[in-house]
């Protein structure tokens, strides 16, 4: 439901960051994406396996975050440390099973935006996983697990771990004790801490993911997450590595107030604590 809500802003920071925007803002980028083929629609290109994904890894995420928290509890008191130390493990148990889904979402977020020519021309979910498996084999599916993995768990620790800390933090110290307030405004600061920390692993995931290999050497251009995210501070600027961001805050923003807020809605109606 969450990600139904902001997967136009995901496509939006997804074509600005694989584009390196400089000096456009998000507005008329925008609307640039609006009037191109397909358009507000066309902002939706990708959403089965962004659906699929956070079936995969939100879900997994979020459940594991709460099952070792709990567990945690048992042998030592719950602080900020294990809250972040728990948040990195289920972000990275999670984004492992979510890979092939991540990959298929990159590829179909940003194809309609290619020249003609260079477009893969994938007709859905289904078959951009069919042809990606028989066309490149299995590891390409991975090929972009380690930023994926290194972001996830920035993820779990600054999304989910923050998300459990902030709600202490406002229910304590600001008398913020309604459910919904509550979640609203630690849904937002994990969100904008989300983004700020993820950026440049997002950048260097979605390059990983969307490359071709040179036409005369075969090699890829970019090579671990690290040394993308180096690489491309070095030739592009460090201002690169976050090029997208205002679509990326809202998807994450976004993502994790409606997420969160969409999960009490449910848990208040099926009575779970």
Same mark, same amino acid.
């Given at each position: 439901m969450g990600w139904g809500v902001v997967h136009p802003f995901n496509t939006c920071a997804v074509r600005m960051n694989l584009a390196a925007v400089k000096g456009q803002s998000f507005g008329s980028f925008f609307m640039q994406s609006v009037r191109k083929p397909g358009g507000f629609k066309g902002l939706y290109d990708g959403l089965g396996a962004g659906l699929i994904r956070q079936m995969f890894y939100a879900s997994s995420r979020f459940a594991l975050f709460e099952i070792l928290r709990d567990e945690a509890a048992k042998h030592t008191p719950t602080t900020i440390w294990t809250r972040l130390g728990? =948040?990195?493990v289920s972000g990275a148990a999670a984004a492992l099973i979510s890979t092939p889904a991540e990959t298929t979402l990159v590829r179909l977020s940003n194809d309609s935006s290619l020249p003609k020519a260079e477009q893969r021309g994938y007709k =859905?979910?289904?078959d951009a996983f069919l042809r990606i498996a028989r066309e490149e084999g299995p590891r390409a599916f991975f090929a972009a697990s380690g930023p994926f993995m290194n972001r996830a768990v920035l993820v779990g620790m600054v999304q989910v771990g923050t998300l459990d800390q902030f709600k202490?933090?406002?229910?304590?110290k600001f008398g913020i004790t309604g459910v919904f307030q509550n979640t609203f405004c630690a849904a937002m600061s994990? =969100?904008?801490?989300?983004?700020l920390v993820t950026m440049p692993l997002e950048?260097?995931?979605n390059r990983i993911a969307f490359q071709k290999? /040179?036409?005369k050497t075969g090699e890829m251009l970019y090579k671990g997450a690290f040394r993308?995210?180096?690489k491309i501070?070095? /030739?592009e600027t460090p201002k690169a590595l976050y090029s997208g961001f205002a679509p990326y805050y809202l998807r994450c923003g976004g993502h994790t107030v409606t997420m969160f807020v969409f999960l009490e809605m449910i848990r208040q109606s099926m009575n779970i604590k």
């Open positions: 728990v =948040g990195c =859905g979910v289904t202490v933090t406002y229910r304590e994990s =969100g904008l801490l989300y983004a950048t260097a995931k290999p /040179d036409a993308t995210v180096m501070a070095k /030739d």
